[in-house]
Protein backbone atom coordinates (compact mmCIF):
# COMPACT_ATOMS: atom_id res chain seq x y z
CA UNK A 1 0.00 0.00 0.00
CA UNK A 2 2.17 2.56 1.00
CA UNK A 3 4.48 1.79 -2.15
CA UNK A 4 1.42 2.36 -4.41
CA UNK A 5 0.75 5.96 -2.61
CA UNK A 6 4.69 6.57 -3.15
CA UNK A 7 4.33 5.52 -7.07
CA UNK A 8 1.33 7.77 -7.17
CA UNK A 9 3.46 11.14 -6.11
CA UNK A 10 5.02 13.90 -8.25
CA UNK A 11 8.68 13.61 -8.55
CA UNK A 12 10.02 16.69 -6.72
CA UNK A 13 12.30 18.62 -9.75
CA UNK A 14 15.36 20.72 -7.59
CA UNK A 15 17.38 23.58 -9.57
CA UNK A 16 20.93 22.85 -8.39
CA UNK A 17 21.98 26.38 -8.02
CA UNK A 18 18.96 27.89 -9.60
CA UNK A 19 18.94 27.51 -13.50
CA UNK A 20 22.21 27.32 -14.03
CA UNK A 21 22.30 26.53 -17.80
CA UNK A 22 20.09 29.30 -18.27
CA UNK A 23 21.78 32.20 -15.70
CA UNK A 24 24.80 32.61 -13.50
CA UNK A 25 24.82 30.43 -11.01
CA UNK A 26 23.40 30.67 -7.08
CA UNK A 27 22.03 34.66 -8.64
CA UNK A 28 18.59 36.03 -8.34
CA UNK A 29 17.71 35.83 -12.14
CA UNK A 30 19.24 31.99 -11.74
CA UNK A 31 16.38 31.50 -9.19
CA UNK A 32 13.88 33.30 -11.43
CA UNK A 33 14.80 31.07 -14.23
CA UNK A 34 14.21 28.20 -12.16
CA UNK A 35 10.64 29.63 -11.34
CA UNK A 36 9.91 30.46 -14.34
CA UNK A 37 10.63 26.78 -16.08
CA UNK A 38 8.54 25.16 -13.21
CA UNK A 39 11.09 23.58 -10.66
CA UNK A 40 9.60 22.64 -7.40
CA UNK A 41 12.77 23.68 -5.69
CA UNK A 42 15.82 25.28 -5.88
CA UNK A 43 18.98 24.21 -4.47
CA UNK A 44 21.54 27.35 -3.03
CA UNK A 45 24.10 27.92 -1.41
CA UNK A 46 25.04 29.87 1.68
CA UNK A 47 28.60 31.06 3.07
CA UNK A 48 30.19 33.62 6.08
CA UNK A 49 31.41 37.02 5.43
CA UNK A 50 33.93 38.00 7.26
CA UNK A 51 31.67 40.38 8.81
CA UNK A 52 29.02 37.86 9.62
CA UNK A 53 26.91 38.23 6.41
CA UNK A 54 25.34 35.48 4.64
CA UNK A 55 25.83 35.06 1.29
CA UNK A 56 24.68 32.71 -1.67
CA UNK A 57 27.71 31.13 -3.13
CA UNK A 58 29.13 27.85 -4.19
CA UNK A 59 32.99 28.12 -3.78
CA UNK A 60 35.19 29.27 -1.02
CA UNK A 61 36.41 31.42 -2.78
CA UNK A 62 34.58 34.22 -5.31
CA UNK A 63 37.53 33.54 -8.17
CA UNK A 64 35.36 31.14 -10.28
CA UNK A 65 32.37 32.86 -10.34
CA UNK A 66 33.27 36.64 -10.27
CA UNK A 67 35.13 39.02 -11.21
CA UNK A 68 37.10 39.57 -7.86
CA UNK A 69 39.10 37.16 -5.90
CA UNK A 70 39.60 35.99 -2.33
CA UNK A 71 38.06 33.88 0.23
CA UNK A 72 34.13 34.55 0.83
CA UNK A 73 35.19 34.31 4.50
CA UNK A 74 37.92 37.17 4.37
CA UNK A 75 35.55 39.55 2.23
CA UNK A 76 33.54 41.69 4.02
CA UNK A 77 29.82 41.87 2.53
CA UNK A 78 30.49 45.82 1.32
CA UNK A 79 33.19 43.90 -0.96
CA UNK A 80 31.27 41.10 -2.37
CA UNK A 81 28.37 43.11 -3.14
CA UNK A 82 30.87 45.20 -5.47
CA UNK A 83 31.75 42.27 -7.57
CA UNK A 84 30.08 41.35 -10.84
CA UNK A 85 28.97 38.12 -10.53
CA UNK A 86 27.28 37.71 -14.19
CA UNK A 87 29.44 38.28 -16.95
CA UNK A 88 31.68 35.25 -16.64
CA UNK A 89 28.05 33.37 -17.28
CA UNK A 90 27.48 35.91 -20.36
CA UNK A 91 28.16 40.01 -20.62
CA UNK A 92 24.16 40.03 -21.15
CA UNK A 93 24.03 39.30 -17.19
CA UNK A 94 26.97 42.09 -16.31
CA UNK A 95 26.37 43.87 -13.35
CA UNK A 96 24.84 40.73 -11.52
CA UNK A 97 25.58 40.99 -7.87
CA UNK A 98 25.70 37.79 -5.13
CA UNK A 99 22.65 37.92 -3.21
CA UNK A 100 22.62 37.72 1.02
CA UNK A 101 20.76 34.73 1.42
CA UNK A 102 17.85 37.21 2.80
CA UNK A 103 17.78 38.57 -0.87
CA UNK A 104 17.70 34.98 -2.40
CA UNK A 105 14.88 33.92 -0.09
CA UNK A 106 12.70 37.26 -0.95
CA UNK A 107 13.44 36.54 -4.52
CA UNK A 108 11.89 33.07 -4.74
CA UNK A 109 9.16 34.18 -2.45
CA UNK A 110 7.53 31.46 -1.05
CA UNK A 111 6.86 30.03 -4.79
CA UNK A 112 8.91 26.97 -4.76
CA UNK A 113 11.07 25.06 -1.77
CA UNK A 114 14.39 26.44 -0.58
CA UNK A 115 16.82 23.88 0.05
CA UNK A 116 19.91 26.23 1.55
CA UNK A 117 22.87 24.31 1.39
CA UNK A 118 25.29 25.13 4.61
CA UNK A 119 28.51 25.89 3.16
CA UNK A 120 30.10 26.93 6.65
CA UNK A 121 29.88 25.68 9.91
CA UNK A 122 28.56 26.94 12.63
CA UNK A 123 26.21 29.83 10.26
CA UNK A 124 23.01 27.18 11.72
CA UNK A 125 21.39 29.86 13.29
CA UNK A 126 22.13 32.85 11.32
CA UNK A 127 20.26 30.61 8.52
CA UNK A 128 17.58 29.93 10.48
CA UNK A 129 16.60 33.39 11.66
CA UNK A 130 16.84 34.28 8.85
CA UNK A 131 14.21 31.54 7.86
CA UNK A 132 11.92 32.25 10.85
CA UNK A 133 12.46 36.32 10.11
CA UNK A 134 10.99 35.85 6.85
CA UNK A 135 8.17 32.96 7.75
CA UNK A 136 9.50 30.56 5.23
CA UNK A 137 9.99 27.76 7.23
CA UNK A 138 7.57 25.26 5.83
CA UNK A 139 8.82 26.57 2.37
CA UNK A 140 12.57 25.81 3.49
CA UNK A 141 15.33 22.82 3.48
CA UNK A 142 18.83 23.01 5.48
CA UNK A 143 20.85 21.03 3.88
CA UNK A 144 25.02 19.85 4.12
CA UNK A 145 27.42 17.55 4.03
CA UNK A 146 27.99 17.57 7.42
CA UNK A 147 25.69 16.08 9.96
CA UNK A 148 26.28 18.15 12.73
CA UNK A 149 25.54 21.15 10.99
CA UNK A 150 21.95 20.00 9.75
CA UNK A 151 21.53 18.75 13.93
CA UNK A 152 22.13 21.97 14.82
CA UNK A 153 20.25 23.70 12.56
CA UNK A 154 17.20 21.54 13.12
CA UNK A 155 17.81 22.27 16.95
CA UNK A 156 17.59 25.82 15.67
CA UNK A 157 14.21 25.57 14.02
CA UNK A 158 12.51 22.52 14.65
CA UNK A 159 9.62 23.19 11.81
CA UNK A 160 12.82 23.17 9.57
CA UNK A 161 13.18 20.06 6.85
CA UNK A 162 16.75 18.78 6.86
CA UNK A 163 18.85 17.47 4.27
CA UNK A 164 21.87 14.95 4.71
CA UNK A 165 23.58 14.66 1.32
CA UNK A 166 26.63 12.51 0.57
CA UNK A 167 28.32 10.57 -2.25
CA UNK A 168 27.98 7.44 -1.88
CA UNK A 169 24.96 5.36 0.26
CA UNK A 170 26.14 3.09 2.78
CA UNK A 171 24.10 1.77 6.22
CA UNK A 172 26.48 4.21 8.44
CA UNK A 173 25.30 6.96 6.05
CA UNK A 174 21.43 6.09 6.82
CA UNK A 175 21.71 5.37 10.63
CA UNK A 176 23.73 8.02 11.45
CA UNK A 177 21.31 10.68 9.39
CA UNK A 178 18.43 8.58 11.62
CA UNK A 179 20.23 9.64 14.69
CA UNK A 180 20.16 13.56 13.53
CA UNK A 181 16.91 13.80 12.80
CA UNK A 182 17.14 14.23 8.63
CA UNK A 183 14.17 14.40 6.73
CA UNK A 184 15.53 13.75 3.55
CA UNK A 185 19.10 11.59 1.95
CA UNK A 186 20.57 13.02 -1.19
CA UNK A 187 23.17 11.20 -2.34
CA UNK A 188 24.95 11.41 -5.79
CA UNK A 189 23.95 9.57 -8.91
CA UNK A 190 24.93 6.26 -9.38
CA UNK A 191 26.26 5.74 -5.66
CA UNK A 192 23.09 4.05 -4.69
CA UNK A 193 20.68 1.74 -5.40
CA UNK A 194 16.91 0.68 -5.67
CA UNK A 195 17.33 -1.20 -2.89
CA UNK A 196 18.97 1.81 -0.71
CA UNK A 197 15.88 4.03 -1.56
CA UNK A 198 13.46 1.29 -0.87
CA UNK A 199 15.81 1.03 2.64
CA UNK A 200 15.18 4.82 3.16
CA UNK A 201 11.75 4.61 2.64
CA UNK A 202 10.90 2.32 4.72
CA UNK A 203 13.06 4.00 7.70
CA UNK A 204 10.31 7.00 6.79
CA UNK A 205 12.97 8.75 4.60
CA UNK A 206 12.71 10.77 1.40
CA UNK A 207 15.40 9.80 -1.24
CA UNK A 208 17.00 12.69 -3.78
CA UNK A 209 19.58 11.98 -6.24
CA UNK A 210 22.14 14.63 -7.33
CA UNK A 211 23.24 15.86 -10.31
CA UNK A 212 21.05 14.31 -12.53
CA UNK A 213 21.27 16.17 -16.08
CA UNK A 214 20.10 13.00 -18.62
CA UNK A 215 16.60 12.69 -19.14
CA UNK A 216 16.07 8.77 -20.07
CA UNK A 217 18.34 8.57 -16.59
CA UNK A 218 15.86 10.89 -14.55
CA UNK A 219 13.15 8.41 -16.05
CA UNK A 220 14.93 5.22 -14.56
CA UNK A 221 15.26 6.80 -11.08
CA UNK A 222 11.73 8.52 -10.98
CA UNK A 223 11.12 3.76 -11.74
CA UNK A 224 13.55 3.00 -8.57
CA UNK A 225 11.15 5.58 -6.54
CA UNK A 226 13.32 8.48 -6.07
CA UNK A 227 11.45 11.67 -4.17
CA UNK A 228 13.26 14.60 -5.83
CA UNK A 229 15.31 15.24 -8.41
CA UNK A 230 18.65 17.96 -8.57
CA UNK A 231 19.77 19.14 -11.75
CA UNK A 232 21.33 21.52 -13.70
CA UNK A 233 18.96 21.55 -16.70
CA UNK A 234 15.74 21.17 -14.31
CA UNK A 235 13.89 22.55 -17.13
CA UNK A 236 14.70 19.84 -19.34
CA UNK A 237 14.08 17.36 -16.73
CA UNK A 238 10.97 18.81 -16.38
CA UNK A 239 10.21 18.28 -19.72
CA UNK A 240 10.20 14.49 -19.56
CA UNK A 241 8.66 14.13 -16.07
Known sequence: MRGSARCAMRTVVVGH??????????TIPSFLKAV????????LDARETKDG????????????????????RELLLEEVKKLDAGSWFDPSFRGVRVPTLEEALESIDRKVMARIELKDGGIEEKACSIIKK????????????????VKKAKEACPSVSTVSISTKFTEGFLLKSIESCVNTLAVLVGKFSEAD?????????????????????A????EQGVDSITSNVASEIKKVL
Not at 36 to 43: K, L, P, R, S, T
Not at 53 to 72: F, P, Q, W
Not at 134 to 149: I, Y
Open 17 to 26: RGAPNLAPEN
Open 219 to 222: KMLV
Open 197 to 217: VHEAHVRGLTFDAWPVDDANL
Open 134 to 149: LGVANRAQVASFELER
Open 36 to 43: EVGVDAIE
Open 53 to 72: ALVVIHDESVDRTTNGSGLV
